[in-house]
């Protein structure tokens, strides 16, 4: 669950919303419908994911009766789809067994700063996130110095092959 947020960026509501159809492992991706907004998007697995989802599949209980993906293993709601406050309540045991502070919407932010200092174009986060204007995902996305070092250099070369006297080019 975690690692489809961190990864997929996807929203924590959108992973207890999945469903075990939604998932295509072959090509490594996920259908995410009825995303915020009512859109639909598809989003990419990446190889570390896409082994998660593969072993958790092995292991997730084949005969029961729902749709959903992520199921509760213990208690009185054992099989039943995982809720949202039931994702969110994981992560903050698993943070605080660990001494982190995070939350589910910080690894949807951390998945679309590590994109964008990976040089992904922000059209791209935008679609991935499932984001109507760019300006939500400009939002999201924290440019780290190093980044913003390459694209001030690669832009200055260019700048200086257009600027620089025929003699000097």
């Given at each position: 669950m975690f690692m489809l947020m961190l990864r997929c960026g996807l929203r924590v509501a959108e992973v207890a919303d999945l469903t075990?159809?939604?998932v295509d492992l072959r090509?490594?991706?996920l259908y995410v419908y009825n995303g915020k907004g009512g859109k639909d998007r598809v989003v990419y697995l990446s190889n570390d994911a896409s082994r998660a989802l593969a072993e958790y599949l092995q292991v997730r209980r084949p005969l029961v009766r729902t749709k959903r993906l992520f199921l509760v293993e213990k208690g009185r709601c054992r099989g039943k789809p995982v809720s949202v406050r039931g994702i969110q309540k994981r992560l903050e045991y698993y943070?605080?067994?660990?001494g982190l502070d995070v939350s589910c919407h910080q690894l949807r932010h951390t998945?679309?700063?590590?994109?964008?200092?990976?040089?992904?174009?922000?059209?791209?986060?935008?679609?991935?996130?499932?984001?109507?204007?760019?300006?939500?995902?400009q939002r999201y996305c924290r440019v780290s110095n190093p980044k913003v070092q390459r694209d001030y250099h690669r832009a200055m070369e260019e700048v200086m092959k257009k600027t620089a006297p025929n003699h000097l080019r």
């Open positions: 075990v159809e939604a090509l490594s991706r943070a605080d067994e660990c998945m679309a700063t590590q994109l964008l200092n990976a040089d992904a174009d922000l059209v791209t986060i935008q679609e991935l996130l499932g984001h109507m204007r760019i300006k939500t995902t």
